[in-house]
Structures are given as C-alpha cells and as structure tokens.
C-alpha cells in the first residue's frame, strides 16, 4: 500500500531512518552501567554453589576487613525490615536474600558494597559461607512423585512441589472426538530451558536521597511504571511511598522479556542505597545473568491429534508438565499461569480441543517465558506445528496439503476457537501460497526427491503459525490487579512541533521513530518534528510496559486515539481560523480545508500557533491530548515460514541454507523496522532451534551458564534471511496494525525442526527435541546406518 | 595491589593515568577516561561488544589489561567520527538498519572498520568472517552485512 504521507512527513509505510541511531552510532547511547554518581558505590552479590542447601552460617569479617568493602548484606539484615521475600507477578514468593536455605546453584546468598566493582568482587571472594546440603531435585517428574523432598518448606502448608493445575477445553467432547476418529498421532516434545542473553545484562543504580526521601532507580526494565508501583508495594512499609519513587529505564540493550522480572539484585541496590544513603550500582555479570536471571520453556508436552483418512483434523489434545523452578516466578499476565498456551489449536479449524498444563517446583531458577514470546505462545505454536507434521508423515501427506486442507478459512474471521479466543483477521492460505510459490516448493520437493536417490539429506520445513499479541483487554488481563491498557500523551507546541510520551519502553524496537511516524500519518506534522520519550515515571504516562509484542497493540493504538483527539479540537481551531463551520472543513493529512475551496486552509501548524496565541474564545488554549487504550481484543499476527535445511552426513551439523519467512502483521508503520525485527526474530528462532539449551545435571549443576557453552548464533551459523509479506489489517485497531516483535521467534523454531525431520523423514524418523545439535543428528544417522 | 603509571594515545591524544595492575582495558576506557561508548556484555571473551582498535588491529578491550595498552594507540567508537562527519560505517548502519539496541553496535563497528582498512571490497562470507566474533541478539545480522557493503562502497574512490 503506498504511504498517504511525503517522504518529508514520514506518516506510515515510510521506511524512515531510526531516529534513535545519530546516538547509537556515535557510542552516545545512555545505558545503565553508563550512570556514574557522585559518591556511588558498588554492589556484587555471593551466590550459592549448591543447587539446594541450608545455610549454616555466614562469615562476613574477612570481607569487612578488605579496604574499600563498606557493608555486607546477608538474609538476616534484609528480615530486620521484612525485605528478605518478595512477591512474584505470579502470586507466589521468592527469596530476595536467604536466612534459612538456598534453592538453586548460583542463588543470590549475601551482596557485598564497597567503593570500586574490584573491590567489590574481591569483598565477595572474602566471603565464607558454611552449607549443609540438602537433597536437590531437578526432575519435575520425579519433583511430584510421592516422597518427593518437599521444596518450598517455606510454605507452612505445602506437602508437595505441586504449583497448579491448569486446564481449558472440553475434555469429554475431545476425548469423545479422539474415539470416533480415523486417525490419531501422538509425540512427546520437550522444549529445554533457554536464556533471552540480550547483550547487555541487567542492573540498576539505585540512588536515594535522604534528605527528600526520595528514590531514583536507574534501571534495566521493560516495564518502568510497574516496576515503581511494585516497590511501592513491597516497600511502602519502610517510607519508599510512589509518590517519592522514580524509575528511569535509559537505553536498554536487548530486552526480549528478560527485563521484566524484579531480580534480587535491584532489590539489594535499593536497600543497600537507602540504609547507606549513597547512590548503588549494580551490574551482573554475563555468568550471573545466564545462571540466575529469568529462563524460558522447560515445557515437557504431550501432544496428540485427530484426524479423518482424508487429512481432516478433528480433534486436540495436549498435556504438558512446566518446570518452573523454585518460585512460580512467570511474567505472566495473573489470571493465565500458563500464559496464552491455550493459543495450540493454532491455524486449523478444530472444533474440539483440550489442554492442560501442571507446574512443579525444582532446585533451579525461577523465571519461564522470558524470550521473545508474547507468554508461552513458541510452545503451543511448537506443539501444534510439530505435531501437524506428524500427522502429514503418518497419511503420507504433503505438509503443505494438510495444512491447506485445514486452515480457518478467510471467511470464518473473526473466529472463535474451541478453547475460547477469538481471532481477529488472517488469510492464511493466501500467506502460505505466497511462500510456496515465492521459494519454489515444487522444485524443492524435486531436488529432494533427486538428492534421495544419491542418498544425500535435504529437507523442506514448514510452519504456519498464528499468535496471539498486544496483551490486552482489561476484562481478562492485569498483573498484580494492575490493568493491561497502555498510553500516549502527545502535546503540539506553538511552533508546531510535538513532544509524544507513552507508557511503553523500547529496548531496540525503535519506538522513538514508529511512534513519531504514528503522530505524523494522524496529524501531518513530519515525524521529524515528533520528540518521542518514554521510561521516565516522573514524565510518561502510566503503563505496563513493552513486551509480548504489545506496543503497537497498545501504546501504538493510543497514539493514534490520542492525535485524533488533538485534530478534533485542531478542527475546531480551523473553523474558528477560517471562519467557516466544522461540517465544512475536510482533513488532509497535515491541514484542514474549506470543502470546495481548497485554497481556504489551515495547516496543522497554523492552527498549532492559534491555540496558544488566538484560540477561540471559551475555548482552553493549547493542543494535547492523553489516552488510555484498553484494547478490544488481543491481535493476531500470521505467517507461514519454510526452511530448507542440508544435512552433512558426516558430522550430523544442519545447514540451513534457504528460510523464507511470510508475514502477516497487519498495516506496516516503518518496512524497514519491521523487517529488522523479523531478522532478529528468525535468529531468536534459529538459536533454541539448533544451537541454545540450559540444562542440569543430577546435583543441580548447570551447564549452558555462560557464553562458553550457551551458544548464541553468530554471523557464521546465521542464514540471509528472505522475508515477504502479506496484509490483513486487524479489524479493531484504530489503524490496522498487529504486534510484530516475536511472530519470528514463534514461528521459526518448528520450521526448522520440521525441515531435519524432514530431510530422515524416509528413514523413519518422526521428531527429534530442540536444539538439534550435529550430535543429535549424527546418532540418529548412526542407528540408521547412513552416518559418513 | 601495585600501581602503574600507563601512557596510553586514544584517539591521538596521550591520556596518562595510575592504573592498578589488574585493571582492564575496558575498564580503563569507560571509568577512567569516561568512554562509555565501549560495552561489556559478556565475561569470556565471546560477545566483542567491547571491541576496539588496539595499535590499529581490533581486540576485545574485556581481556586486554590497561598496562598492555602503555605506550600504544587505543581507537574507540568516539573516534570514528572526524570534524563532524560520519564515518562511512557509521552512516551505513544507521542507512542499512545495521543496528536495534545499539549495544553491540559499537564493537560491531570497530571490527567492520578494522576489516575494511584490510580489505576494502569484502564478499558477504568475507564480512560474516570478520564480525563473527561480534554477537548480536537484535538484528540477526543481514543488515550488519550490507552496512558493511554500503561502507565499502562509500569508501571506494569513484571509478574515473
């Protein structure tokens, strides 16, 4: 669709160029580990090298006696003023420092401040702490077993490691749906442990002032409004009152949901710098973060499906054990404890569905959705993707066909599935038709099909995945009671330039730019001119916070609601101008004109200069408006992605070497971002898909805790991607857009897991677990008898 | 710990400064000298977000100590920009996309000027070489790769 807007104003469809980047490039960005205070401090923090032990003592002199260390915090000075627990968005609790035992190996167990970050780290080398170990549990199978050793002993009244049981769906129709039918497929898909790693890690400075009492955090976080409430909440006891906090999210290196979380450390900064009455900066260590911060996944799934002999899917079913570590720590929007999973029926219309997900504690860290992923929509979107494959083995279907054969069709939008959403708009054929033409499936299948007789491996994958994005309607969606709307508050100078705050936090989406570009198709004045801030609590708006793809859902929505509200009154403005009557004025982009009499106009910046220096009489003078959307519905972003992979029989390593990935995220703001943010998706994808797991062995210890074996992909292992788009505009947001950030990362996994399946499927092989290492594969090449 | 008194040239300017033996090279430039441009984001040498110009050659400034760079010439990403003009790799990030969060985005551009000096017309593998020890989470590198091309074109003299 061709911009309404000149290039010069840069409404949407422009590829402008980031506004954010002149810092960027220039080494100018502000981060956190940037703010330098006067008279501040450093914190490190002692951690646990048990996966699961009683503390015996803690020994803080030697540290106290290094020159520099000026206090060690342990457990026991946190009790004194009821910090040593905090709440999670979950519901439950999780220690903030511990006075009785550890839960998982690298658990915060005391922090040290002393006045440089070497002394600091040399403070904590001083720090002797006597364990008794306890027996760990690692398994969450074995976790709910009978006999289990209780972990939470905490909890007065727990007598297992059992968090919830969740369900939706209707089990008896679907079991019945199960009996009835020709077909069913059943496979165990476990999703491993993974870590966001955005490159920077987390931390804060946390500075209160004694003499105001007031606190100022610096702090990595997505969500800066929630975070200032939640220590309100936490710490109101101790004086911290929200009308004297202030959090400040700067520029933020990566997020991808692992900056949602409140980490023990930002607490201990808090603490450390109110008792101290200095400025506290704390910065964790790339080990730290990978070994502590929040995870992903660790979803243990059964899934199953129905169909008729003709391909007909009927019926599904899915089972899944969550591991969630020692705390039901999930950012999960509250009344979902596992998250949007219930999204599994996916692309097809299946008219009976059933889902249930228990979750149990074990001796690891908490956290589980934390990467790119709009609330455990990779997992369901994973099963129902996987599992969709396996059925096409079992008929002998093309994958594309089945996939054709049972997709909701355009018609049927909106479409309410059988467990309970309603999707807003998809054409989901006509995206899968345009990736099978665009990479040549056809062909593919051939060169497969020679390649076989040569005993060579190539395979063709595929994944038409449906999100569900822009967390959302308040009816159904709050954290801790807060409601999930988002805001913008835009305000006109007289010049007629514009300032755009809102209640969202980019962490590298490049809202400075796509919100200025929103601003600039609803009120004509160049992007350009739009100053857009966000992250600030004494300046934005109220709001939850960017994640889950929710920006545009949200905050995007109520800068467009709010521009319109601004062009009413400019309206208003007009007519008093131009001496006309409202009904008479028409709106281009940029001016209000005299219908008929195109050369009688105001432009939006004459009227911007009028409504402070000639507003018509009883009227305010000024031109702002504020919103807070509360979005009618959630949005659902669409794709359909194949991959082909080579398979070296060799050493068993998977070379992808096309993907080609068709999106549907409804009316595009800025091309250019939009297909960056795919790029980045895809190798997000790619990342769990072939490389990144987390994993423990029996004692607890983790292996994958740094970058010397948790491997990211690098330029080597990644693809040129090739990107392609269709359009269905969402139908209730105010200019059609859907979320974006995550439908990559969703997408992409099951493409390239279906793409290895693909390339053995002759041999018999019908799932491998992600990551698919060369070691997975060349074993499985090694039974089969094909291995080089 | 013993103290050392370090000369170290940084964007052609001698900085002098008392530095205890252990102190990193990154450390040296972000707290010391106050250039933050420079990140950290990773503890064993894998993430090249600290990358800068050691004598002209890039090494991650996370594993070089501040009194290995005595006496030697340091270019950080401040550097790039000369009498207010972009570098040609600067201005192809921000015209490629190149860059998201922008963390990585300074080490990034150390070593695709590195590479450049050494080779100035470098294939895509080329370029995937040379950054490959640079990690980026945001932009899953395509862009990085043509605003790597884009510099090189720029830098290139004009054919007669």
Redesign the interface.
Known sequence: MAPRTSAEVSGMGHSM??K????????????V??I?LPGMVHLDIVRSPYAHARIKAIHTEKALAVPGVLAVITGKTLEQFNLHWMPTLMSDTQMVLPTEKVMYQAQEVAAVIATD??TAADGVEAVEVEYEPLPVVVDPFKALEPGAPVLRTDKKDKKDNHIFHWEVGDRAATDAAFAAADVTVKEQIYLPRIH??????CGCVADFDRAMGHLTVYMTTQAPHAIRTVIALVAGHVGLSEERIRVVSP??????GGKVPVYPGYVIAIAASVVLGKPVKWVE???ENLQADSFARDYHITAELAAKKDGTMTALRIKTLADHGYADAAANPSKFPAGLFSICTGSYDLKHAFTEVDAAYTNKPPGGIAYRCSFRVTEAVHAIERITDVLAQKLAMDPAELRLKNFIKPEQFPYKSALGWEYDSGNYPAALKLAIDTIGYAELRQEQAEKRQKGELMGIGISSFTEIVGAGPSKQFDILGIKMFDSAEIRIHPTGKAIARFGTKS????HETTYAQIVAEELGIPAAHVQVEEGDTDTAPYGLGTYASRSTPTSGAACAVAARKIREKAKKIAAYLLEASEEDLEWEPGKFYVKGAPQKAKTIQEIAFAAYTNHPPGMEAGLEAVDYYDPPNLTFPFGSYICVVDIDRGTGAVKIRRFLAVDDCGNIINP??V??QI??????GMAPALLEEISYDESGNISGG???DYL?P???E?P??ETAKTVTPSPHHPFGAKGVGESATVGAPPAIANAVVDALSHLGVRHIDIPITPEKVWTILKEKGVAE | MAKHQIRVKVQGTERAAEV?S??LLV?FL??VL???????????T??G?CTVLLDGQPVKSCTVLAVQADGREVT???G??QDGK?HPI?EG???E?G????????GM?MTGYALLQANPDPS?AE???A???????????????KAVRYAAGKLRPNPA
């Open positions: 160029k980031r954010e980047d002149p810092r960027f490039i220039r080494g100018q960005g502000r981060y580990d940037d330098k970050r070497y966001v790693a955005s490159i920077e890690t520029d933020i290196g990566g997020g991808f260590d790339r080990t962490q590298g989406q490049g250019m971002i297909d960056g790029h980045g998706g895809l190798t997000m740094s970058f010397m990211l690098t330029a080597m990644t040129s991607w | 205890e252990r102190l450390h972000r707290e106050g250039l933050t441009g420079t990140h950290i984001g990773c503890d064993t894998h993430c977000a950080t990403v401040e790039l920009e972009l600067q990030f921000w015209q996309h860059l998201q969060c922008g963390y990585c985005t300074p551009l895509e370029i995937r070489q950054i490959s020890g640079n990690l980026c989470r945001c932009t899953g590198y395509v862009n990085i790769v």
